[in-house]
């Protein structure tokens, strides 16, 4: 057998990497930089091609990271499942290994992606989830924040959520859910009540912006902290206004969560 | 006023420090050196002393760590805990800070400690807490451990659950409570289900010996192995035997949970 074709489901701790996209090799790690690395190694060859389903900034986590191989001949799906998760580092971990064709691409092929976005207001912050949840301080008005999430929803040109970087065809982007969960949460094992409440910023859409999440997560907190207003809010996002209202939010609080195909 | 004494709790994420006590500068960092530097920071003095209850190992994490400060002046527990939390680094935060006196001093007003190790034996392991929950490979007999357990408990001669490190009296120490115990657990936000099944080694005795929890669970795991048995357990245990039944189980799993005084 020939060429393959693999769809791969990977989640990432990004902490410790520059991103999911391969840099020049004198920046520092990727994550896409050590896919490529073990998958190198199952199939012997330099010349095993990844594409992913986009790219995820430094500090970013994925749960749900969709990324499509070429590989040089069919090695079966379990087998390639556990040969990657042995060579991956600790905080890289392959989900879910199934077969696909050349018609398949990670991004064209992708008809939505959610996004969440996890912090708390509570201090001081856990010392275990300081790379994992963002931390904001002081009080927030959950219900004015709870209201600026749905100014979002719908298309919209989003040049006031936006950092330079990859060129963009257009800026419009449509969003079909966006909301904002206020959760209490126990945590696991030794975390047990090392966090008691936690937001999630949840947005799914038809594509994103380079820190277009973080920055829509930032404009929402100062909505939170009384420092915009709704209708400014409303403005930026129906590109009234000119530049961001918002700063752009941490990365640590950020998982590309899920990608939608079909 | 003059020399005040503090009782401070706190809750650090040991992964990326040489363990509690403050060794030769040139080693690298450690919890209680980071605390010293705050302390002389917010009382303008390199004069403040510190005791732990005990050193942690490097990578051990603390939910219920204690110590005593010793300061030159008094300043409002309030104040001084959230002074602390400002200037301590993320991995490394204090939760409760009491006045107190010369008389109590964390090792000796003791009565008892509690430590906890978590693991699971899920693949692939979680990239969200390879530093935080140890990852055990196969099946395990878990009925077999469980009975592991309770043969720590009473006072024993833990010769064979002892590394060779700060010189000790004797070897004796007494152990009130030890389980093992199955929990499921959904995690915390975007870590729902990351982890469905995880066990809790949990063991409260008067004092503890350099490594000997660690020993403990080592030793635990090979009876759920299959490669101790019960009998031999039971010998080492009660220093019938000679030498180590089991590995130094791994640091990350490993959180000194709570210290008991009166």
């Known amino acids: 057998m020939g060429i393959q074709f693999y769809k791969i489901k990977t ?3 990004g902490s410790h990497y520059l ?3 391969v840099q020049s090799k004198y920046q520092g790690r990727t994550i896409q930089g050590e896919i490529n690395k073990a998958l190198s190694k199952v199939f012997k060859s330099l010349e095993v091609k990844t594409v ?12 749900g990271q969709v990324f499509r191989v070429e590989a040089p001949f069919f090695i079966d799906n379990v087998a390639l499942c556990r040969a990657l998760n042995s060579l991956l580092p600790k905080d890289i971990k392959i989900r879910e290994v199934a077969l696909t064709d050349s018609s398949f691409h990670p991004v064209h092929s992708a008809k939505s992606k959610e996004y969440r976005y996890f912090f708390t207001n509570e201090w001081p912050p856990s010392p275990f989830y300081f790379d994992s949840i963002s931390y904001f301080k002081g009080p927030l008005d959950v219900g004015k924040m709870k209201k600026a999430t749905e100014l979002f929803l719908g298309s919209h040109d989003f040049e006031n959520f936006f950092c330079e970087g990859t060129p ?5 982007r449509e969003i079909f859910e966006c909301e904002l969960v ?3 949460e126990m945590g696991i094992g030794p ?7 936690l937001f999630l910023f949840r ?4 594509g994103f912006l380079k820190q277009m999440v973080r920055l829509m997560v930032g404009a929402v907190l100062e909505v939170g902290k009384g420092q915009l207003s709704l209708n400014s809010l409303e403005a930026a996002i129906n590109n009234h206004s000119k530049g961001k209202v918002g700063p752009v939010a941490p990365p640590q609080g950020l998982y590309l969560y899920k990608v939608f195909y079909n």
């Open 52 to 63: 992913g389903s986009g790219r995820t900034d430094a500090g970013v986590h994925a749960i």
């Open 191 to 197: 975390f047990e009540g090392e966090i008691d409440k």
């Open 11 to 13: 989640t990432y701790k």
């Open 203 to 206: 947005v799914r859409g038809s």
């Open 168 to 172: 963009v065809k257009h800026k419009r």
């Open 182 to 184: 206020e959760k209490v």
């Open 19 to 21: 991103g999911w996209q």
